[in-house]
């Protein structure tokens, strides 16, 4: 009876879930989101790892009603990635900036998201600060059969060390798809001098959607991170080769939906007043109408939801994050979420 009463339910959310267009086809939509949660750390210090200022003793006084305090809000801002089509928020949420497995369960656990189970991979990165990648899914909508983590390696600096790239590959409205969740290397040191760690990452990320392909030369692939570069810039234009059209994409392709949505003057965060739009979700051409593709990409948005907002005039409108110069703003993050939406013909 339990067993029945849950495939029940699947059946009713799935209902729900649907898209009619002009041609009176019926859609199912799969919400498919990023999300970087900004030094979400547990209090303890580790020995061995960067964390002394997200402890008691450190210099953020990181204590347990902070850290309950930011879990709470980063749930609030899940349980609100909800759409008429998606109404179960989104299948699938990459993100980083993670201290450990622990962290993602408290927040799974969280009252704003409690009701919707979703799981948790984690894998541990050598990241010299301590965070990860990590992935939160429905397994009610998405089905996970494997995970890898790749390790970026730079030859000529080899004590560099940064966070692995997690590959969890599954089936999705009854497709496979594989979902590469990236932090790239940050613009420490500025932009330029550190272009090269990017544009390795980027290579990477190409090479694993491609030993994918060598496999399966249908499977959709999504690269999805803050890859703290721009749609533009040359690791994403150029090294990974994602297109700002959907037009003309090859099927073993990446079309980069978040160009023209910078273009528009929307970002995910700021620096020194300018928007930067470095929460991608990059699909690839097998998950385009154009080559073929029964999961393929709908639309994109940036879930900038109000309260994620700063009220402050300086900042208005900015991301309400943790911390802003040493003081606790109890905020969310840094970063807004970003969203993309798969359909399938039903």
């Known amino acids: 009876m339990k067993r029945f009463l849950t495939f029940a339910l699947i059946l009713f959310s799935l209902a729900l879930n649907t898209l009619a267009n002009d041609d009176k086809k019926e859609f199912v939509i799969f919400g498919v989101a990023f999300y970087n949660l900004e030094n979400l750390f547990d209090t303890i210090n580790d020995n061995g790892k960067y964390d002394l200022e997200f402890s008691p003793q450190g210099s953020r006084k990181w204590n347990s009603e902070k850290y309950w305090s930011k879990i709470n809000n980063l749930a609030t801002a899940m349980a609100h990635m909800t759409t008429p089509t998606t109404p179960m928020g989104p299948a699938i949420i990459g993100v980083s900036e993670i201290e450990n497995k622990s962290v993602l369960d408290d927040l799974v656990?969280?009252?704003?998201?409690?009701?919707?189970?979703?799981?948790?991979?984690?894998?541990?990165?050598?990241?010299?600060?301590?965070?990860?990648?990590?992935?939160?899914?429905?397994?009610?909508?998405?089905?996970?059969?494997?995970?890898?983590?790749?390790?970026?390696?730079?030859?000529?600096?080899?004590?560099?060390?940064?966070?692995?790239?997690?590959?969890?590959?599954?089936?999705?409205?009854?497709?496979?798809?594989?979902?590469?969740?990236?932090?790239?290397?940050?613009?420490?040191?500025?932009?330029?001098?550190?272009?090269?760690?990017?544009?390795?990452?980027?290579?990477?990320?190409?090479?694993?959607?491609?030993?994918?392909?060598?496999?399966?030369?249908?499977?959709?692939?999504?690269?999805?991170?803050?890859?703290?570069?721009?749609?533009?810039?040359?690791?994403?234009?150029?090294?990974?080769?994602?297109?700002?059209?959907?037009?003309?994409?090859?099927?073993?392709?990446?079309?980069?939906?978040?160009?023209?949505?910078?273009?528009?003057?929307?970002?995910?965060?700021?620096?020194?007043?300018?928007?930067?739009?470095?929460?991608?979700?990059?699909?690839?051409?097998?998950?385009?109408?154009?080559?073929?593709?029964?999961?393929?990409?709908?639309?994109?948005?940036?879930n900038n939801f109000d309260f994620l907002r700063s009220k402050e005039p300086n900042y208005y409108g900015h991301p309400l994050r943790t911390y802003a110069g040493g003081k606790f703003l109890n905020g969310y993050s840094d970063h807004f979420p970003t969203e993309i939406f798969l359909m399938k013909e039903k």
């Not at 909508?141 to 692995?164: K, M």
């Not at 790239?184 to 330029?192: H, K, V």
């Not at 023209?260 to 929307?266: C, Q, S």
């Open 109 to 302: 656990n969280a009252e704003p998201i409690k009701s919707r189970n979703l799981a948790v991979v984690h894998h541990d990165s050598p990241d010299r600060r301590g965070v990860d990648v990590g992935l939160l899914y429905d397994p009610q909508l998405f089905e996970v059969t494997n995970v890898t983590n790749h390790r970026l390696v730079i030859e000529s600096e080899p004590t560099f060390l940064t966070r692995d790239q997690m590959c969890v590959s599954g089936v999705l409205g009854g497709e496979p798809i594989s979902i590469i969740v990236n932090h790239w290397p940050s613009r420490l040191g500025g932009q330029e001098r550190s272009a090269h760690l990017r544009k390795a990452a980027a290579l990477l990320s190409k090479y694993i959607a491609d030993s994918i392909w060598a496999v399966n030369p249908n499977q959709g692939v999504i690269i999805m991170g803050d890859l703290n570069d721009d749609p533009q810039n040359a690791s994403c234009a150029e090294v990974l080769g994602a297109k700002k059209r959907e037009k003309g994409v090859a099927a073993h392709g990446f079309f980069n939906p978040w160009w023209e949505v910078l273009d528009n003057g929307i970002g995910t965060l700021t620096y020194k007043g300018e928007w930067n739009l470095f929460d991608q979700i990059i699909v690839s051409g097998t998950l385009l109408q154009q080559n073929g593709a029964r999961l393929q990409y709908w639309k994109c948005q940036v």
